[in-house]
């Protein structure tokens, strides 16, 4: 999206290791009330100090910054420019997921939760426009009575800038071929928690019964895998593969009939849905791995752009049909693929980003 941008502005746009060198260590201390991520790092003056000298060697007409947490970072900045924030993914709403069934480990997450929403608000109302991914998150900041400046009297100062998926590379739109078991794909980093769970949960209770209905099918599990959490022994079972890295995606796109997404916790959009209808590849999703990304009114008679289900049988089941019925699995990913084009693409994100920015200038 940068890319995108650069053909209407003149964007510096230093990455974060760049800009402050090697003094982003992990936060040395918290605070009542503030989130882990958002905690102070050891070095967080200097890390100022250095945003201050960017900022102030190249006179910017606005400044953006990516996520609330690197704004939490530089919180003793005083911007001369007009400051955005991309606010692509509303850590606050994935507290409460993450707390389990027990009533002790929930009220603590709702404390939790209200203290991090009232922390990540106060952190965006410093901008003169926020953008986010989607919007739900867009009701959700209205919904918390989150008041930031407006950009233009009578004009809303958050804006719905997806998240996107770049057109894949001409080598990796190969229709599959069938000369192969019937298979299903997951790609994610499994360093991210939900992620983990999310492969649990479908390795111990989704894929056995996909496994009595289709005996030969198989599922490719691809990501990196972080030392201090190995893959799980409820891995080890006939037709789940775990990859772990791989060098090179275009293979595992071109080999699988469907793309599972069985997250149940985290927050944002999931850009790894938007790779899947790119690649024009079917999809079957929980309700949270898919949210903010379909819209009530999306799929009508051309069908769903994803199979959306929430409990084992049922997304089970959605596999099994999507794996065994080709027509099916074309008109999922067709569905997909016209949404992923439509609205998820660099040119349609910078768009909006643009025409945002605009007005925020007075142009």
């Known amino acids: 999206m940068i890319e995108a941008l650069d053909r209407s502005f003149d964007i510096t746009a230093p990455t974060l290791r760049e800009a402050f060198g ?22 967080v003056r200097p890390l100022q100090e250095r945003a201050q000298a960017l900022e102030d060697r190249h006179s910017p007409d606005v400044v953006v910054v990516a ?7 530089l919180e003793g900045v005083a911007w001369r420019a007009p400051l955005v924030v991309d606010a692509y993914d509303l850590l606050w709403t994935q507290v409460r997921r ?17 203290l991090a929403r009232r922390y990540e608000l106060r ?25 930031g400046q407006a950009v233009v009297t009578g004009r809303p100062s958050v804006v719905v800038v997806p998240n996107v998926a770049p057109p894949p590379a001409a080598t990796t739109a190969v229709p599959s071929t069938r000369a192969r078991p019937p298979t299903a794909l997951f790609v994610g980093t499994m360093g991210y928690h939900a992620n983990r769970s999310g492969i649990r949960w479908f390795a111990e209770e989704i ?5 009595e209905r289709l005996p030969t099918a198989r599922c490719r599990i691809v990501g990196r895998w972080p030392a201090w959490s190995p893959p799980p022994a409820t891995l080890d079972q006939p037709g789940l593969e775990v990859a772990g890295f791989v060098d090179e995606l275009a293979p595992e ?17 999931r850009i790894k849905i938007l790779e899947a209808w790119s690649q024009r590849l079917a999809v079957v ?19 769903p752009p994803a199979l959306l289900a929430d409990d084992p049988e049922a997304f089970a089941e959605a596999t099994v049909r999507v794996l065994a019925e080709a027509d099916l699995a074309k008109a999922v990913a067709a569905a997909g693929h016209r949404l992923w084009r439509d609205r998820y693409t660099p040119e349609v994100a910078a768009s909006a980003a643009a025409a945002s920015i605009d007005r925020l200038l007075g142009c």
Request: aromatic fraction near 8%; charged fraction near 25%.
């Open 67 to 73: 996520h609330a947490s690197t704004l939490a970072r």
């Open 123 to 147: 952190l965006l109302s410093r901008a003169r426009l926020v953008w986010v991914c989607s919007t739900l998150d867009a009701r959700r900041l209205a919904s918390a009575g989150f008041s």
């Open 98 to 114: 993450r707390a389990g069934r027990r009533w002790p480990g929930r009220l603590r997450a709702m404390l939790r939760e209200g």
């Open 285 to 303: 999703s929980t309700s949270v791995g898919a949210e903010g990304l379909i819209e009530p009114s999306d799929g009508g008679a051309d069908g």
């Open 22 to 43: 090697d003094r982003l260590d992990h936060a040395s201390a918290r605070r009542f009330g503030v989130p882990s991520w958002a905690s102070p790092p050891r070095h």
């Open 253 to 269: 796109w071109r080999g699988a009939d469907v793309f599972v997404c069985p997250l149940r916790v985290g927050s944002g959009t």
């Open 207 to 211: 894929w056995p019964r996909v496994r």
